[in-house]
């Protein structure tokens, strides 16, 4: 069984930093294409980052662009998100999500974590 596991949210001032985690088990994650997505109250789901399983193509919104960089550990099948010069808008819930292909949008991918609290706020 596929599970995956954000962790590294928090409450951060503007400008702050923050790194996210994504655990995976049940899967090789250098196998799949890994996405992050984002959801703030509201507001639809929006495609953050992705990577794919070859490390040769990663994509990133153009909201997040030169701020977030994305990155994998297959020994540790782990992928992080790290986000610098964080904003308020960048406030929402964080969800990792796996996939044999890449893809940018939600419905390209199967398997899902339960999220992590990401609040930018002074």
Known sequence: ????????????????????SCAASGITLDDYAIGW?????????EGVSCI???YDTIHYADSVKG???????????TVYLQ?????????????CAANRYLGIRAGDYDYW??????????
Do not use: W
């Open 83 to 95: 986000m610098n010069s964080l904003k308020p808008e960048d406030t929402g819930v964080y969800y």
């Open 52 to 54: 794919s399983s070859k």
């Open 1 to 20: 069984q596929v599970h995956l596991v954000e962790s590294g949210g928090g409450l951060v001032q503007p400008g702050g930093s923050l790194r996210l």
């Open 37 to 45: 997505f984002r959801q703030a109250p509201g507001k639809e789901c």
């Open 113 to 122: 974590g339960h999220g992590t609290q990401v609040t930018v706020s002074s």
């Open 67 to 77: 701020r977030f960089t994305i990155s994998r550990d297959n020994a540790k099948n």
